[in-house]
């Protein structure tokens, strides 16, 4: 396994060939700004990672999962999504504040029918498009429209090399079925391997020890990378600290992440040392790491509330909502430095796209220090 996580690597790769040298250049200094900034602390740089959560609404009822209730709640209130065009000011927003990629995810997204539109600007305007789902949407005529929105790569999120475990984690029968099938339609119809495609698996009790089976399930479809993430246990209003509880399999994950290391060797998406926290995540306790998030990230829902990375959104604790100054009034302003001092010494969570991040900049801490 290599130290840089895959879908990094292939995306240098994919610019490379392309003759995107001025895209790596910009990057590579977007990298050394963001660490500069934490230094100052104030950003000197747009964020590397926008985050679009395009609805909560889902067509699924995951048993680790509490975002399709807040879509019920909050229409039983009267709030509304925002609509398509209030959708593509914010992916305008994104762009104003010199993002370099955003990834969208739900809820379910495709459940939206602008959906297309919204990739469609986040590629005109220069910047990577990633999307999240759960699969069961990606029949033939979708995924031509998606592959037309030039989108770069799609992550879906398969959580067992078995229907009977994966239906039962995701609450509908069909979903192993209908997510499969969606991959092998996107490698059927994607031309020299764009959009790339990966496969996302949320480890817990259910299918650790299935991690190799996993691995064998991703090379059999063809994917470009298979890519696992720790369990948190997120609940609306809960404090940070919360989310990591010590598992029963704490000792025993050890030994499955060894197996799933050698069977996973050449598609594993996670680094080396994103794989090796993962004991310490089971066993509930902080990362010890320095966190960039609030400096390279910005996550937005579809009620334009604004919030400093993906555990927040999880908790419904947002900064701001967008006002007249779009997204640079927020990312500038001064409830959002607040958060960033606030933040400076939190170790409270190994989400994928923040951890491997912060591993960009730091080695492993020993013994969590």
Same mark, same amino acid.
């Given at each position: 396994?290599?130290?840089?996580?895959?879908?990094?690597?292939?995306?240098?790769?994919?610019?490379?060939?392309?003759?995107?040298?001025?895209?790596?250049?910009?990057?590579?200094?977007?990298?050394?700004? @963001?660490?500069? #900034?934490?230094?100052? #602390?104030?950003?000197?740089?747009?964020?590397?990672?926008? @985050?679009?959560? +395009? /609805?909560?609404?889902?067509?699924?009822?995951?048993?680790?999962?509490?975002?399709?209730?807040?879509?019920?709640?909050?229409?039983?209130?009267?709030?509304?999504?925002?609509?398509?065009?209030?959708?593509?000011?914010?992916?305008?927003?994104?762009? #104003?504040?010199? @993002?370099?990629?955003?990834?969208?995810?739900?809820?379910?997204?495709?459940?939206?029918?602008?959906?297309?539109? &919204?990739?469609?600007?986040?590629?005109?305007?220069?910047?990577?498009?990633?999307?999240?789902?759960?699969?069961?949407?990606?029949?033939?005529?979708?995924?031509?429209?998606?592959?037309?929105?030039?989108?770069?790569?799609?992550?879906?999120?398969?959580?067992?090399?078995?229907?009977? /475990? $994966?239906?039962?984690?995701? =609450?509908?029968?069909?979903?192993?079925?209908?997510? /499969?099938?969606?991959?092998?339609?996107?490698?059927?119809?994607?031309?020299?391997?764009?959009?790339? +495609?990966?496969?996302? /698996? &949320?480890?817990?009790?259910?299918? *650790?020890?299935?991690?190799?089976?996993?691995?064998?399930?991703?090379? !059999?479809?063809?994917?470009?990378?298979?890519?696992?993430?720790?369990?948190?246990?997120? $609940?609306?209003?809960?404090?940070?600290?919360?989310?990591?509880? !010590?598992?029963?399999?704490?000792?025993?994950? %050890?030994?499955?992440?060894?197996?799933?290391?050698?069977?996973?060797?050449?598609?594993? %998406?996670?680094?080396?040392?994103? *794989?090796?926290?993962?004991?310490?995540?089971?066993?509930?306790?902080?990362?010890?790491?320095?966190?960039?998030?609030?400096?390279? #990230?910005?996550?937005?829902?579809?009620?334009?509330?604004?919030?400093?990375?993906?555990?927040?959104?999880?908790?419904?604790?947002?900064?701001?909502?967008?006002?007249?100054? =779009? *997204?640079? =009034?927020?990312?500038?302003?001064? !409830?959002?430095?607040?958060?960033?001092?606030?933040?400076?010494?939190?170790?409270?969570?190994?989400?994928?796209?923040?951890?491997?991040?912060?591993?960009?900049?730091?080695?492993?801490?020993?013994?969590?220090?």
């Amino acid at each position: 396994m290599a130290l840089l996580r895959k879908q990094y690597r292939d995306i240098v790769a994919r610019k490379i060939r392309e003759g995107q040298f001025a895209f790596l250049a910009e990057s590579a200094s977007r990298v050394m700004a @963001t660490w500069l #900034s934490r230094k100052v #602390s104030r950003p000197l740089v747009g964020p590397s990672l926008g @985050t679009l959560i +395009i /609805t909560y609404r889902c067509n699924y009822f995951c048993e680790f999962c509490e975002l399709p209730k807040r879509a019920v709640l909050r229409k039983r209130a009267g709030i509304r999504e925002f609509s398509g065009e209030e959708m593509l000011r914010v992916i305008r927003g994104f762009k #104003s504040i010199r @993002t370099s990629a955003i990834g969208i995810t739900g809820g379910e997204p495709l459940i939206r029918k602008d959906i297309y539109a &919204v990739l469609t600007e986040i590629t005109r305007l220069g910047m990577v498009g990633h999307i999240n789902t759960n699969g069961h949407f990606l029949n033939a005529e979708n995924v031509a429209r998606l592959i037309k929105t030039g989108v770069d790569s799609i992550n879906v999120s398969i959580d067992a090399p078995d229907a009977g /475990t $994966h239906n039962r984690i995701r =609450g509908n029968r069909r979903s192993f079925e209908t997510a /499969t099938r969606g991959v092998r339609e996107v490698l059927r119809q994607r031309r020299k391997g764009k959009p790339r +495609i990966g496969i996302t /698996t &949320v480890l817990h009790s259910r299918n *650790l020890e299935k991690g190799v089976e996993m691995a064998r399930l991703a090379r !059999e479809l063809g994917v470009d990378s298979l890519g696992f993430i720790p369990i948190h246990e997120y $609940h609306d209003g809960s404090d940070l600290d919360e989310i990591l509880v !010590e598992r029963a399999f704490a000792k025993q994950s %050890e030994d499955a992440l060894r197996r799933i290391r050698m069977e996973g060797a050449g598609i594993l %998406e996670n680094s080396e040392g994103y *794989l090796s926290l993962f004991p310490r995540a089971f066993a509930g306790r902080p990362s010890g790491l320095k966190c960039y998030a609030p400096y390279n #990230s910005i996550v937005v829902d579809c009620y334009g509330h604004v919030f400093p990375c993906v555990p927040f959104s999880e908790i419904d604790e947002p900064i701001a909502t967008i006002g007249a100054d =779009g *997204l640079a =009034g927020c990312w500038k302003s001064s !409830e959002y430095a607040k958060k960033r001092a606030d933040l400076r010494d939190c170790q409270s969570c190994y989400w994928n796209c923040h951890t491997e991040m912060n591993l960009l900049y730091q080695r492993i801490p020993k013994n969590g220090a």
